[in-house]
């Protein structure tokens, strides 16, 4: 069975600095993995997704994240930190499979604070 | 539609009273999702529909939940004799397929049970 793992629930990070938020995922199968974002009051937003193309990944608004399978990890990454971008944040794993095919399954969530 | 659309916004309820909740998805995403976020319980997958195929209900928590998907396109989510338990946000999301090509969410519909 799929699931995923985030490390952190809460991340502080002061404006102009590097984010960092970690996800480890479980998947017998080649995986397909994505990050959402999700502002106060508002929907989930697609950031990024792999799809077993390039390892590096390159999303809207600055973030990247990196699928390491022999660390069976999917960080996202930004380099610069900006006020808009305190938020909840999900790693997110489709499911493969007998009876888990197509399912999204989500990580609990990293709450990103950010400090002028 | 440009999105998807969910239906109403914001429902207070009493309990014990059936509501039904309705999801609009993108014209021509054949896989359709039904999501619960709950305060301190992040999302909780509850049924998922792909094009003609026998839906996944294996997410519903009780058989008070049933949903269905009338040609292929917009969706309902009805919940019988409504218990403050299910309280939440439900959110529907549409894709092109079911696996890669990402999925469009609503915004949601804010269920309150007195």
């Known amino acids: 069975a799929q699931s995923v793992t985030q490390l952190d629930s809460h991340v502080s990070v002061s404006e102009g600095t590097p984010v960092l938020l970690r996800c480890n995922y479980s998947?017998?199968?080649?995986?397909?993995l994505f990050w959402y974002v999700q502002h106060p009051n508002k929907g989930l937003q697609l950031l990024l997704k792999?799809?077993?193309?390039?390892?590096l990944v390159k999303g809207i608004n600055g973030f990247e994240a990196e699928f390491k399978k022999s660390e069976t990890s999917f960080h996202l990454t930004k380099p610069s930190a900006h006020m808009s971008d305190a938020a909840e944040y999900f790693c997110?794993?489709?499911?493969?499979?007998?009876?888990?095919?197509?399912?999204?399954?989500f990580g609990q969530g990293t709450t990103l604070q950010v400090k002028p | 539609g440009a999105g998807v659309s969910q239906s109403p916004s914001n429902k207070v309820t009493e309990k014990g009273k059936d509501v039904e909740l309705r999801c609009d998805p993108i014209?021509?995403?054949?896989?359709l999702y039904w999501y619960r976020q709950s305060l301190g319980q992040g999302l909780e997958f509850l049924i998922y529909?792909?094009?003609?195929?026998?839906?996944?209900k294996s997410g519903l928590p009780s058989d008070r939940f049933s949903a269905e998907r009338t040609g292929g396109s917009v969706s309902t989510l009805t919940i019988q004799r409504t218990q403050q338990e299910d309280s939440a946000v439900y959110l529907c999301?549409?894709?092109?397929?079911?696996?890669?090509?990402?999925?469009?969410f609503g915004s949601g519909t804010r269920l309150t049970v007195v």
């Open positions: 997110v794993v489709t499911g493969h499979g007998s009876g888990n095919t197509g399912k999204l399954i």
């Open positions: 014209s021509g995403h054949t896989a």
């Open positions: 529909f792909q094009g003609n195929s026998a839906p996944d």
């Open positions: 999301a549409s894709s092109l397929s079911d696996r890669v090509a990402g999925y469009t």
């Open positions: 998947s017998s199968y080649s995986p397909s």
């Open positions: 792999y799809t077993s193309a390039a390892t």
